[in-house]
């Protein structure tokens, strides 16, 4: 089965310009993840949708980024305008059931963003 | 709040050496433990995990033990190969809600010569 898409894989751009992010989560997963991963340090969660609901998006900085999945499926990042420090991998996951402790998400590729 | 503290690295061992990476984590309530593992180029894969006190997670010659009392979940391999060479970060659900939310720790960089 196809894994969990993710795209573009690179980024550059000035800071206070915008950009977003795109992912495909596995076929039939409801439960979609986006994480950021600033170098070497584990990965945070950013927001959490069940469908195409939100479930969490307590540490998603709202001034300046947001989130939608249309139609329970994919889902788009975006930042604007952009700061050097959201340079980061954004990691996109998903996970089949509707939202557990013992569900296993499946992780993207990620997309690196440098702002400079 | 709920976190996890892993050891620092970069761990660096000769092929077929005994790997262990700590982890230990503090939480309310009652988390489900991963390792997730990120080989050089690719994305994050789970490795194994452990959803209730004493469960021992397996995979690939890999295995933790879930240890309520010691509040770690502690990695090990009897045998270290090359191909073993990747980041590895240990991970918790959120103790209190039932979400999924996962809290990483930093990862460790494991290297393994020949």
């Known amino acids: 089965e196809a894994g969990v898409a993710q795209s573009p894989r690179y980024k550059i751009i000035e800071k206070r310009q915008s950009v977003a992010f795109w992912c495909n989560p596995i076929s039939g997963h409801a439960t979609l993840y986006w994480y950021q991963q600033i170098l070497g340090q584990g990965p945070k969660l950013l927001i959490q949708?069940?469908?195409?609901?939100?479930?969490?998006d307590s540490q998603l900085p709202k001034d300046r980024f947001s989130a939608e999945r249309l139609k329970g499926v994919d889902s788009t990042l975006k930042i604007q305008p952009a700061k050097l420090e959201d340079s980061a991998v954004y990691l996109c996951?998903?996970?089949?059931?509707?939202?557990?402790?013992?569900?296993?998400?499946?992780f993207g590729p990620g997309t690196r963003l440098t702002v400079l | 709040g709920d976190s996890v503290t892993q050891m620092e690295g970069p761990v660096t061992l000769s092929e077929e050496a005994f790997l262990t990476i700590n982890c230990t984590y503090t939480?309310?309530?009652?988390?489900?433990l991963f390792w997730y593992v990120q080989y050089p180029g690719e994305g994050l894969q789970l490795l194994l995990k452990?959803?209730?006190?004493?469960d021992k997670g397996s995979n690939k010659g890999f295995e933790a033990t879930y240890r309520k009392e010691t509040t770690s979940f502690h990695l090990e391999k009897g045998s270290v190969q090359v191909s073993d060479s990747a980041v590895y970060f240990c991970a918790q659900t959120h103790g209190s809600s039932n979400t999924g939310k996962l809290i990483f720790g930093q990862g460790t960089t494991l290297q393994v010569k020949p």
């Open positions: 452990a959803t209730k006190a004493d």
């Open positions: 939480a309310t309530g009652y988390p489900s």
């Open positions: 996951a998903s996970s089949p059931g509707l939202a557990g402790n013992s569900d296993t998400q499946y």
């Open positions: 949708f069940q469908n195409n609901g939100v479930v969490d």
